[in-house]
């Protein structure tokens, strides 16, 4: 979604620019689709100017036919593959983490979602020299277990140091925190300015359950429509910027003996290309001992019920084996 700046089009200037957005256009989908009429009269201005520059933005950002190699083409210019820190964890997703899609990792308390999202941070701004943005709503995240995860990986402090300059963390405690994070990054991605910041190529959000569930139980349209916004927002960034996008979830039941499933609804379902549900098991070996175990509940390249054994750390301990698909998932 290409935001609405200085120099896009013949006419629209940054006097303009600060009108629409006094009045919640900000977007070029927000003034084509815009009456036109009624923001001329509550802008103060032009009308014939507005049609002026709707009509060039038309020519400009409309969709064009494309065909299918064209389409692979691109995607294999624009696709990167990143690193979870975790080999099993890698094999599981088909190599790692891919820009241009959202990953959910699901679970229950305890299971070792922002465990394995500090591995990924870790993972991404030491291994690839690369730029991280963590969302963080529920004070998860820990900059001593980070710096330990780093510690184990590298023994130089310079290079510890300057991995954890590369992960930017924003404390978000609700929805419009976090929707105003997003839409302020996309701004800046859009006008190539990342100021302290370098190059991004992640965003891991720990968690989108946190901040969407208080809306969900009153006004619940509202609600929807607000997660859904959120959702429009995670696959814009990762399709137009190139960027992988981590969320974290929730699991629940339908009764006490149901299997477990993504919380969130069904209309949620739809955004992540993949899932990987997290959980905490008793080990075989020793019942007080506890194990992490990954398995992909989705996936658009891997078959379903492919499960690993996640260590306490970074890696994981055991190769991936097929297991039955948990239902549903």
Not at 33 to 52: H, M, R
Not at 181 to 209: F, H, N, W, Y
């Amino acid at each position: 979604m290409v935001v609405l700046r200085a120099g896009l089009c013949p006419g629209l200037t940054e006097e303009m620019i600060q009108l629409l957005r006094a009045n919640s256009i900000r977007t070029v989908v927000d003034f084509v689709s815009s009456d036109l009429e009624d923001v001329a009269q509550k802008c103060s201005l032009s009308y014939k100017a507005l049609v002026a520059v709707r009509r060039v933005l038309l020519a400009q950002f409309s969709a064009f036919p494309a065909n299918g190699a064209d389409l692979y083409e691109e995607l294999k210019s624009t696709t990167a593959i990143l690193p979870t820190g975790s080999p099993g964890l890698d094999q599981l997703l088909d190599s790692g983490l891919y820009t241009g899609e959202v990953t959910e990792l699901m679970g229950a308390p305890g299971s070792g979602k922002t465990q394995v999202c500090l591995g990924i941070a870790a993972s991404v701004s030491l291994g690839l020299k690369q730029h991280v943005l963590f969302l963080d709503s529920t004070a998860g995240f820990t900059a001593s277990r980070l710096y330990q995860m780093l510690r184990a990986q590298t023994e130089d402090e310079e290079e510890q140091l300057e991995a954890l300059q590369r992960i930017q963390v924003v404390r978000v405690f609700n929805i419009y925190e976090m929707l105003s994070a997003l839409q302020e990054l996309r701004d800046r991605l859009s006008q190539q300015v990342m100021s302290s910041m370098g190059p991004l190529k992640i965003v891991v959000i720990d968690s989108v359950s946190a901040v969407i569930y208080p809306l969900l139980g009153g006004k619940q349209s509202e609600g929807l429509a607000i997660m859904m916004q959120l959702a429009r927002e995670l696959k814009t960034l990762a399709r137009e910027f190139s960027l992988a996008v981590v969320v974290t979830n929730q699991v629940t039941r339908d009764s006490s003996t149901g299997p477990l499933k993504p919380a969130l609804g069904r209309s949620w379902s739809f955004v992540p290309s993949t899932r990987v549900l997290l959980e905490s098991k008793e080990a075989t070996w020793d019942k007080a001992t506890t194990q992490r175990v990954a398995s992909l509940a989705k996936s658009p390249r891997q078959l379903t019920g492919i499960q690993v054994e996640l260590g306490t750390g970074n890696g994981d301990v055991q190769e991936p084996s097929p297991v039955t698909p948990t239902q549903g998932l």
